[in-house]
């Protein structure tokens, strides 16, 4: 039974659901985002071959811009950052200290095997999380992400979505702004879209320690884990 991420990742909070055999790690020190591949794809072929318990990991990261698998180079308009090659769907996203990741990895042949469901049941384990805490937000027709009304009352990204499954684990998640600094958003297209802005919970005015969306969000996992079988 794989016991660690990897050497070097320490998990400050763990704890484990024994009734849906999820493992929650909730991270207060950052994890570089390399070191956080190399975990999920150790984690991946564990779960997968049966030698450890799926995973919803919560963490930030220093910062970093990641390109996914549809990144076009034009895109990458100021590489101040490390550019790391995520291997998951989508384009470029930026990570830093103030944005909250989610890394789920969950073994779909246990949980409905369709991956669109699951992608829709990670969306909306974001949106009711943001509603508890008093933002509204939404999905967006031909547009990736997690979407609100921004201070200037247009629509502005507050999350991004961005998985991967292979052998039927799924792997990386979603990211929430709660308070990043926004212009590192300006190096990248995110997401490749240039029409719309960025905002976080701070820029609305709203101040959330990491802790305290952890805890909003675990509230909200069982119906997480129900909308995989809706």
């Known amino acids: 039974m794989e016991k660690n991420l990897s050497p070097d990742t320490s998990a400050n909070d763990t704890s484990a659901d024994s009734l849906s055999g999820i493992e929650y790690r909730r991270e207060t020190s950052p994890i570089s985002y390399r070191e956080a591949l190399a975990a999920m794809d150790i984690r991946n072929r564990a779960i997968a071959s049966g030698d450890a318990n799926e995973l919803v990991w919560l963490l930030e990261h220093p910062p970093v811009y990641t390109a ?19 291997g998951r769907g989508g384009r470029y996203t930026y990570h830093g200290p103030g944005q909250r990741i989610g890394y789920v990895l969950l073994d779909l042949t246990r949980r409905g095997r369709d991956v669109r469901q699951f992608v829709h049941a990670l969306e909306g384990w974001v949106i009711d999380t943001l509603g508890d805490i008093g933002v509204e937000s939404w999905r967006a027709e031909g547009r990736i992400g997690i979407w609100t009304r921004d201070v200037d009352g247009g629509e502005a990204k507050i999350g991004a979505i961005g998985v991967r ?4 684990v799924t792997m990386h998640g979603f990211s929430v702004n709660l308070d990043p600094d926004l212009s590192h958003f300006t190096g990248i297209i995110p997401c490749g879209i240039a029409e ?3 905002t976080s919970l701070a820029k609305l005015g709203i101040q ?11 509230a909200r996992a069982g119906d997480f884990l129900a909308a995989l079988d809706a």
Request: zero cysteines.
């Open 165 to 168: 499954v292979r052998r039927w």
């Open 208 to 218: 959330l320690a990491p802790q305290a969306w952890d805890e909003a969000l675990l």
């Open 68 to 86: 996914g698998t549809s990144a076009a180079a034009d895109e990458l308009l100021d590489p101040r950052f490390e550019v790391v090659e995520a």
């Open 196 to 198: 719309y802005g960025v």
